[in-house]
Structure formats: C-alpha cells, structure tokens
C-alpha cells in the first residue's frame, strides 16, 4: 500500500514492531488486512462467537457498570437530549442496558447471531443482527457510539460513510479505539495487539477518519481503566450534513 487511505499522502512503512505504519498519521494497517473477508470473519468468529454471552464476573460487571456511567455523562455533556441512541458492536450488552436505564431509547446493531439474540432476550433492547451497512437507512440517531469496534471493521471509511448516515444533525459519536500513540503501544506485548483487531488507531489517524465525512472533534482523551487498557476516546459532533 503506498498511500493512507484518511491522510492520503504518506507512505506506509514498517515500524520497529514489523507493523505498517503511516508517516502522517500514524494509522497501523495490520498484515491480516490481505486476507479475504471469508477468512476475515472466520478470525472474528473463533474469538467472539460464544464468549460474550458468558456471565461476567461481579468485578467486570462493576467496572463495566462504572464505565457506562462516564460515557453516557460524557455524551449528555455534548448533546441537547435527544434520546435515540445505537450502539454498533455491543459486547454483553450492559452499556445499551445501561443507557436505557438512564432513559436512552436503545438500538444495538450486532454481527454475531449467538450475541444478537442474547442481548435482546436478557436486556429487552432491539438488536438489529447484521452489519451495520445493512443496517436500515431511513433511521435516525441522536447518539451512535462504537466502543471497541472501529478497529474490528475491514472498510473503516465505508462503514463510516454509513453510520455518519444514521446520525441526526449535531448528533453525537462517541468513538472508543485503543490508542496506536500511547507508551504501552510500543511494546509487543500490548494488550490490544490482538489476533482480530485489523487496524490500529492514533489521535491523528481518527481525526483524519473522522475529518473525511466533516466531523467536528469535540472532545479527545486517554484513558486507562482497571483493565490495563489505554484507550483513546474521540468524541465528535456533526457540524453539517454530509455529502454522500
Ligand atoms: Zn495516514
């Protein structure tokens, strides 16, 4: 690959941990990216399939409960209290049951089967089970938020092209990615070097993501939870329509 696909004029180079590296913003195509989407989904599958209709822990499940509770204040500081929030990629389902505890009228939109329908049936929330490009057009959202997820999709741009789609005018998106800029990304042993994340993300390569379909960056900030985890959370504001 010879340019970036957000910053389009950088060549890609191999960093000091064998990864591609873009020189202008920073984004990290992983190797698996050559693979075809049937191989693609395969990966997915054999890690998520099953695993996230588990119970968790009462530990997680607090820190989950924590966690939910600062993403849903950070959202409600930036948005005028539209209700309609989608969730894309909802893990166990505890954050959309969450917010729909604090009054959110919640969506989910899930590729996993097996987790689509458990979600519906233990939290009462409407899933839609696919991808979220097929996901109804003519819906509109107050709030979308993608925690953990952006660095799962194999064509970022196009599913962006999507998702801005479905959020109202000055809506909110709240993008969750572990963070390619941060100290711990530099070692190998990284936690979030994992066999199914396709793309890595720094604060630049988001902003370059999200500067393609005229999203305002509102807030950014690193974060580290009980996890281990440094995550970059990017939230921005649609400023305009955008032109499809
Ligand atoms: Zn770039």
Request: glycine share 8%; aromatic share 14%; proline share 4%.
């Amino acid at each position: 690959m010879k340019n970036c696909p957000f910053c389009h004029n950088s060549p890609f180079r191999k960093n000091k941990l064998g990864y591609y590296q873009c020189d202008g913003c920073g984004l990290v195509i992983d190797e698996k990216m050559r693979l075809d989407t049937l191989q693609l989904d395969k990966i997915k599958d054999a890690y998520f399939e099953d695993s996230f209709t588990v119970e968790k822990d009462k530990w997680a499940q607090f820190f989950d409960g924590l966690n939910t509770s600062r993403v849903l204040k950070t959202i409600s500081s930036f948005q005028n209290g539209g209700k309609k929030l989608l969730e894309i990629g909802i893990g166990h389902g505890d954050f959309l049951n969450g917010a729909k505890k604090q009054g959110f009228d919640v969506t989910g939109c899930e590729t996993s089967k097996t987790i689509a329908s458990y979600v519906q049936k233990k939290y009462g929330v409407e899933v839609f089970n696919g991808y979220v490009e097929d996901f109804p057009k003519e819906r509109e959202f107050d709030v979308i938020v993608l925690r953990h997820v952006l660095e799962h999709m194999p064509d970022p741009i196009n599913s962006m092209k999507k998702i801005v789609s479905l959020l109202k005018d000055k809506g909110v998106l709240y993008i969750a990615v572990p963070n390619i800029g941060s100290f711990n990304a530099s070692f190998k042993g990284w936690v979030a070097y994992e066999p199914y994340h396709l793309f890595y993300y720094s604060d630049k390569a988001l902003a370059s993501l999200t500067g393609l379909f005229g999203l305002n960056i509102r807030k950014k900030e690193t974060y580290e939870p009980f996890s281990g985890f440094f995550l970059t959370f990017l939230k921005t504001l649609r400023s305009a329509p955008t032109q499809t």
